[in-house]
């Protein structure tokens, strides 16, 4: 019985979460989303957030790769700018995953996984799906799932959600945390699902269009997998949690006519986020040699680009630095400003050992694009990699303070901490990185070594005093989650 009750919450959650499909503005539906005050403010969800993002730091595959980071980011922004009723910030994570799937939840966290990402055919597919999953925060849906169990607290569904989104992402570790925690009735959350999945569908629709995507991309996007699908003894998992009978994706073109179509051009960093994403995350050839196929048979410029881009990156992976040099200069020449390419070619100059000429390519970039997260790492890594440690603190303070839930940002400072032989100050930026993971004790163990070292220092033994009086008292409000 309990197994069914656990599968039937999965389910339930993942209807709340990931349905990719989208209606047009006229459905008959309520605002119901932007209600649930009464059980959970809008701080409690950020703090909610905050604490299972921090699990699936500890226990999930996230990428932690910079470009796609911005790239993800910069795309679900468009989205959020143009949505309604966003109370909290956003933030959009890849996670690598054979799993075609997504989902969002508290505090405005979107995880897409890999494999979604590689399977859509275009930009506007992509945005179609992240819009949705927007929808599904702005209008509060999982605040509602919980006020919808009002003979249970906020805190004990909280942490059954949180325990669903831990399985989505590790199946073991979730299923073991579910079961300390489950309870109550799954078929009244199910129901519930229903409005909050034809809600998230129409917010996410005018999103869609209101950024100027393709309105039709997400019917497009469904039929594919049920094409690829038809004679499969085993649909993907989006489609095995959200059944596609024969009415339903007539029934969303039928609510898309009243928009145009669009011909929507995908841009150029789309298809390098393809192209990036089947090489590191592919456990054999296969998915770069399938997407170098895709792409030669759109024969447009930014897939012809995309290729060579994918050509030098397998060069760089395999060790072949020359190679892959030679392939990426002339991309380099012709786009001196892209992002992907002054990436790769800094990895390329620092195994070259070449890197002065990657700090001044990097130093000219950041003056251009000054914001670019992607940018900063990379110079901060050129730094490290050149033992201009201090340099890279310096870059890496500003950066971690506006970045700070950044595990690259950490790391980075960690090395250059290290190089400067500043034991105190490295263990404090390591405490940072294992807080981030959720991992407290640890955290809190290691800034009371980091005292031990940093004896005669007043102001940064004050400054560690604070951090774990912060800690502690981070420790002791989410200690409530894992009831």
């Known amino acids: 019985m309990l197994k069914k009750t656990i599968a039937f919450l999965i389910s339930a959650s993942l209807l709340l979460q990931n349905t990719s499909l989208v209606y047009a503005d006229n459905i008959n539906l309520p605002d119901i989303g932007t209600a649930a005050a ?13 604490y299972y993002m921090r699990m699936l730091r500890a226990q999930a595959p ?48 979107v995880v897409v996984h890999s494999k979604l990402i590689l399977d859509t055919d275009n930009e506007s597919q992509l945005a179609s799906v992240m819009a949705h999953e927007i929808g599904h925060v702005t209008q509060r849906h999982l605040a509602r799932a919980i006020e919808a169990q009002n003979r249970n607290s906020p805190y004990f569904w909280g942490a059954t959600l949180g325990s669903i ?58 039929q594919k997998l049920a094409d690829q699908t038809r004679f499969s003894s085993k649909p993907p998992e989006i489609l095995l949690t959200h059944p596609l009978p024969n009415n339903r994706l007539t029934d969303v073109r039928n609510r898309t006519l009243q928009y145009s179509k669009k011909n929507i051009t995908s841009s150029l960093d789309y298809y390098l986020a393809k192209a990036r994403l089947a090489i590191i995350t592919a456990k054999n050839k296969n998915a770069a040699l399938l997407l170098i196929q895709d792409y030669k048979k759109l024969n447009n410029q930014p897939s012809k680009i995309a290729i060579i881009y994918c050509g030098a990156l397998a060069d760089y992976q395999a060790g072949k630095y020359q190679q892959a040099k030679q392939q990426l200069q002339p991309l380099l020449d012709s786009q001196p400003d892209n992002l992907w390419f002054i990436d790769l070619m800094t990895d390329i100059d620092l195994e070259l050992n070449n890197n002065s000429a990657a700090i001044t390519r990097l130093q000219q970039a950041l003056k251009k694009f000054p914001s670019s997260t992607a940018i900063q790492l ?56 294992i807080a981030l993971q959720g991992r407290f004790d640890e955290s809190i163990q290691l800034l009371q070594n980091a005292k031990n070292r940093a004896k005669g220092d007043q102001i940064t033994l004050s400054k560690i005093d604070a951090r774990i009086n912060q800690l502690k008292q981070l420790q002791k409000r989410f200690a409530k989650y894992k009831r």
């Open 165 to 222: 989104l831990l399985t989505l992402a590790n199946p073991e570790a979730g299923m073991a945390a579910m079961t300390s925690t489950m309870a109550g009735s799954a078929q009244s959350m199910i129901s519930f699902t229903q409005s909050n999945e034809q809600e998230a569908d129409r917010v996410g629709l005018r999103t869609l269009v209101k950024a100027g995507f393709d309105p039709y991309a997400s019917s497009e996007f469904l």
């Open 378 to 433: 990379n110079l901060a890594a050129a730094y490290n990699n050149n033992k201009n440690y201090q340099q890279a603190v310096s870059l890496l303070h500003r950066y971690t303070h506006d970045h700070n839930d950044d595990m690259n940002g950490w790391d980075e400072l960690i090395k250059a901490y290290g190089g400067l032989h500043s034991t105190a100050q490295q263990m404090t930026a390591r405490a940072e990185l």
């Open 38 to 50: 009464s059980t959970l403010s809008i701080g409690q969800e950020m703090e909610m957030g905050d």
């Open 62 to 109: 996230i990428l932690n790769d910079p470009v796609l980071n911005q790239y993800i980011n910069d795309l679900g922004q468009k989205l959020v700018s143009k949505s309604e009723s966003v109370q909290t910030p956003f933030h959009f994570y890849i996670m690598r995953s054979d799993v075609l799937n997504a989902f969002a939840f508290f505090g405005g966290n």
